[in-house]
């Protein structure tokens, strides 16, 4: 079993940044990929990004790309979103999840086994 805490969020003007992290503990020394999703208001949850173990692959959003930097410290199990230039429409709650191993479907709920409980995100315009 793997928990997953985030933290990090909080309220944010448009145009800011903020830094999301990502704490896993309990079985963290195997393979494990990780994503972001959010939820917004009345939305349903989407895919933000992916990154592998190894950081070999990294995906984005096309809402995000360019805007968003996904990391991981794998000495410190932590994963990382670093949201910059961010905008009213990324309001929402950003949960991390994890699955063992990459899969090419990194963009689906359905891939990631173990989520955490989520974090607000509120940008002001």
Request: proline share 2%; net charge positive.
């Amino acid at each position: 079993q793997v928990q997953l805490v985030e933290s990090g969020g909080g309220l944010v003007q448009a145009g800011g940044s903020l830094n999301l992290s990502c704490a896993a503990s309990g079985r963290t020394n195997s393979n494990y990929a990780m994503g972001w999703f959010r939820q917004a208001p009345g939305k349903e949850r989407e895919f933000v990004a992916a990154i592998s173990m190894s950081g070999r692959y990294i995906h984005y959003a096309d809402s995000v790309k360019g805007r968003f930097t996904i990391s991981r410290d794998n000495a410190k199990n932590t994963v990382y979103l670093q949201m910059d230039s961010v905008k009213p429409e990324d309001t929402a709650v950003y949960y991390c999840a994890g699955r063992y191993g990459w899969s090419s479907n990194y963009y689906r709920q359905t891939t990631y086994n173990y989520w955490g409980q989520g974090t607000q995100v509120t940008v002001s315009s």
